[in-house]
C-alpha cells in the first residue's frame, strides 16, 4: 500500500495548531529577543528554537514534535509546553487531541475543575440515589442529600479517597469488610492518580499517608494494579439511616470538567 505524501491529517493539523499558538506568544515575556526573517524585519511570536531553550529540550526536539515525527511526549511536556503557550481550556483539550488522540484527563489549571457546570449540580441534586462529584484529586465539590444521609454524623468528608482510605469510621462501621471488599479496589485507583498526576500535592500527601498508616500500607504492599474507575460489582456497606447492605458504584465524567468523577452509588439493604 503507498504511503501518503505529506503529513497525515492529525500531524498537520498539530503543525499548524502550534504555529499559531506560538505566533501570539511575545518572545520578550520570557526574556527572549523577537526573531527576524530573511530580510531582517521582525515577526511574531516564538521560534522553534525558543522553544527549546524554553522547555528545556535539546535543539530540533520541539521542532520534531510539531511536525509530527515525534509522537509520544510525556505528560510533563505537554503541560510546560501549554503554559508557556498560554493555551486556554478548549486549547488545551485540542493539544491533547492532536497529540494523543483522546481529551485530557486532567485540567491544566487545576483551580478550574473546582468549578462544577450547573447542569452537573442539577443533576446531582436530582437525583434520588446517592450520588456526588469529585475533582482529580478526590476533594469533594457537589453531592445531593441522599449521599449526605449515607455518614453517620449526616456530614460527607471534604476529601472522599482519604476517608475510603484513612479513617476509622470508614473503615470500621461503614465500608463493610473494608480490607477485602474496599481497599483492594480503592488503592488502584490512587495508585494510578499518581502516575497521571506526579506532581498534584494532595495525591502526594495522600499517598504518604497510606504509606505511614499501618492498615492501609498492609494492603498497599499486595497491591500493583493501577485503574482509574470503579467497577460495577456490589460491595457491603453499611448506612447510617437503612442497614447494613450492598453498594454498586458507577463512574462517569463530566466533559467540561476534566478529570472530575460523578459517582452514582446505588444502595440495597439486607432487608426492607
Known amino acids: ?31 527572549l529577543e523577537r526573531p527576524s526573517d530573511r530580510r531582517g524585519r521582525q515577526v511574531p511570536g516564538l521560534t522553534q528554537p525558543q522553544m527549546d531553550v524554553l522547555l528545556h529540550s535539546r535543539t530540533g526536539t520541539y521542532g520534531s514534535f510539531e511536525r509530527g515525527a515525534k509522537t509520544n ?120 492518580a499518581r502516575h497521571a498526576h506526579p506532581a498534584d500535592r494532595t495525591l502526594q500527601k495522600l499517598e504518604r499517608d497510606v504509606h505511614n498508616d499501618p492498615r492501609a500500607a498492609r494492603v498497599r504492599r499486595k497491591i500493583i494494579a493501577a485503574f482509574t474507575r470503579p467497577d460495577s460489582d456490589d460491595r457491603p456497606l453499611r448506612h447510617a439511616a437503612l442497614g447494613p447492605g450492598r453498594a454498586r458504584l458507577g463512574a462517569a465524567e463530566p466533559l467540561v470538567n476534566p478529570g472530575a468523577r460523578l459517582m452514582v452509588v446505588e444502595f440495597e439493604p439486607d432487608r426492607p
Open 73 to 192: 511526549p510525556s505528560t510533563d511536556y505537554l503541560d510546560r509546553l501549554a503554559r508557556y503557550l498560554k493555551l486556554g481550556p478548549q486549547e488545551w483539550e485540542s493539544l491533547w487531541r492532536h497529540t494523543y488522540g483522546h481529551n485530557p484527563p486532567y485540567a491544566l489549571d487545576p483551580e478550574a475543575g473546582l468549578d462544577v457546570a450547573p447542569v452537573w449540580r442539577r443533576v446531582v441534586h436530582e437525583m434520588t440515589t446517592m450520588a456526588y462529584i469529585s475533582n482529580v484529586s478526590w476533594d469533594l465539590l457537589e453531592f445531593n442529600s441522599a449521599f449526605a444521609e449515607m455518614f453517620p454524623d449526616g456530614r460527607p468528608p471534604s476529601n472522599v479517597m482519604r476517608w475510603m482510605l484513612l479513617d476509622d469510621v470508614a473503615r470500621d462501621e461503614v465500608l463493610l469488610d473494608w480490607e477485602n471488599s474496599w481497599a483492594p479496589v480503592i488503592i488502584p485507583q490512587l495508585v494510578a
Open 1 to 31: 500500500m503507498p504511503r501518503p505524501d505529506g503529513p497525515l491529517p492529525r500531524q498537520r493539523d498539530l503543525q499548524n495548531f502550534l504555529r499559531e499558538a506560538r505566533a501570539r506568544v511575545d518572545p520578550a515575556e520570557h526574556g
